[in-house]
């Protein structure tokens, strides 16, 4: 189900510019959004991915919803493991499963700034390994819970850029820790 949010104004002041109103409310309500993430239980990372050149806006949001809502790319994340096979995974899942099937050939994936996937292939060497754990350990909230919030606004960031459209979208995540299976298994509803 979508969200439904209602904004409400008194009409004392109008809005002169509508586009600048528009880009102020998506600003807060990205930033509200980040806080959300950021703040869940046992979350230790902030995933930010952000999908291109998909065929349509639908799949772009649905291919990013795969991705960030894989269990196993989640686990990941939390132990700093730049295993990019779990991305290349839920990402070819997801196109598996799409009318369309776009080519994974024309697909490319980066993970805090370095090429990791391009013409059906890991770009991939042991420094750029060492290079991704460090941008992922540099992501993490820290998991002692007693830190002032927001600790930072660092995110492990990813793109994926489909090569089959003009359509996009950006997405947030969290990574999966012991921390939010803890927390969820141990009260009662």
Do not use: W
């Amino acid at each position: 189900r979508r969200a439904r949010f209602v904004a409400m104004s008194t009409r004392l002041q109008p809005a002169e510019d509508l586009e600048e109103f528009r880009s102020a409310l998506t600003d807060i309500c990205s930033a509200l959004a980040d806080d959300v993430v950021r703040n869940g239980e046992g979350t230790n990372h902030v995933i930010k991915l952000a999908i291109s050149g998909a065929p349509s806006k639908a799949d772009a949001v649905a291919l990013g919803r795969s991705v960030v809502n894989s269990p196993l790319f989640k686990c990941a994340v939390a132990g700093n493991d730049p295993n990019v096979g779990r991305l290349v995974a839920a990402v070819g899942k997801f196109i598996g499963d799409m009318p369309s099937r776009p080519s994974l050939d024309q697909c490319r994936m980066r993970m805090g700034g370095r090429q990791i996937f391009s013409e059906g292939r890991f770009d991939l060497s042991p420094q750029i390994e060492n290079e991704l754990v460090q941008h992922m350990a540099s992501a993490e909230l820290g998991d002692d819970g007693e830190a002032a919030f927001p600790r930072h606004k660092r995110t492990v960031d990813i793109e994926v850029d489909l090569g089959a459209g003009d359509e996009s979208a950006t997405l947030l995540g969290s990574d999966l820790t012991h921390a939010y299976v803890t927390v969820n298994a141990d009260y009662r509803s």
